[in-house]
């Protein structure tokens, strides 16, 4: 564990910490600024002891808490603790749905077993309701494993990536990049979200297969929930060099989401106008554009520059996108 202790931002010796034996896959911090990490049969909390003079927080490994992995889990692989409402949501393996229950098993994944415990800072460890992830025990690849990768939630629901395809669909051209909604309430499954061709499908876009790309990082989604009700969740997008941002209203009458519309829906690019300008990332310019119904439309460019660019409007302001037709 580094702490920069002399703040010249520098790796250097004396400023380590050994956390031999707690290296963990789970590293998630609450909204009292303790970071949370929880691997197989142990979950340790590392609450912050103040910032030192060049502005770090400071945590140690002798002043972390470690708790027992509560029933019914044998090996713990997430930790997502709401310190505002002392609930904590645990995800990993179970006696009954062990890790060699998936063909293709990684590290980096979320578990099978999902459940939620209130009052946990009391000593509560009997959880309110306990769900098990879809998955599919069997698969002729790792890419057609139907796996949980990662969850985040926010508000009053739970919301989780999937390595390769979600279970609304029977394969990557089905739901590759879904995002499956369980309410945090009850632990059921409420729905789910899918790309559409607007950033690289699925369905198949332009004659093409999905170009949605699959999860890797332990971490890969995150869900905030907007004081006019609506939520934005953010996942990552491993292959095409994008994040993709789904938005939801839950109650269909979150005041002001509409007005935001523009600037977080991925911009398609295609065609071409006048109006904006595109500049590929190392700044040289490539084309100019127009915003038609919330679509970038742009000409002039190739297949062979395919990538993420940056468009630039008459006002100054700046987008990062990328685009199947790119």
Known sequence: MWRDTNGNGDYESGEFESVSGLQRWCWLADDDAAVWNAFGSTINRYTCQGVDSHGNPIYTVASRDEYDVPAPFDHIMRANYDSERDIMILSGYTTAHPKSSLKYASNKGCGLVYA??????????????????????????????????????????????????GPSGSDVTESRGEVTVYSAQTGEKVGHMVPDETIGGPPPVLGRPTITGAQDMSHSIHAYQRENGEYLVIMEENKWA???????????NCSGATSMSTQLHSARVRGSAHGVEIFSINGQKISVGKVETGIVNLYGLSKSRRGIYIIRTADGRSYRVAGPGL
């Open 116 to 165: 939620r415990y209130d009052n946990w800072s009391a000593g509560n460890r009997t959880a309110k309701w306990t769900g098990v992830w879809e998955y599919s025990p069997s698969a002729s690849s790792f890419e057609n494993q139907l796996s949980p990768r990662s969850f985040d939630w926010a508000g009053d629901y739970l919301f989780v990536c999937w390595v390769s395809y």
């Open 242 to 252: 994008k994040n993709a941002i789904y938005r939801w209203c839950p109650s269909g």
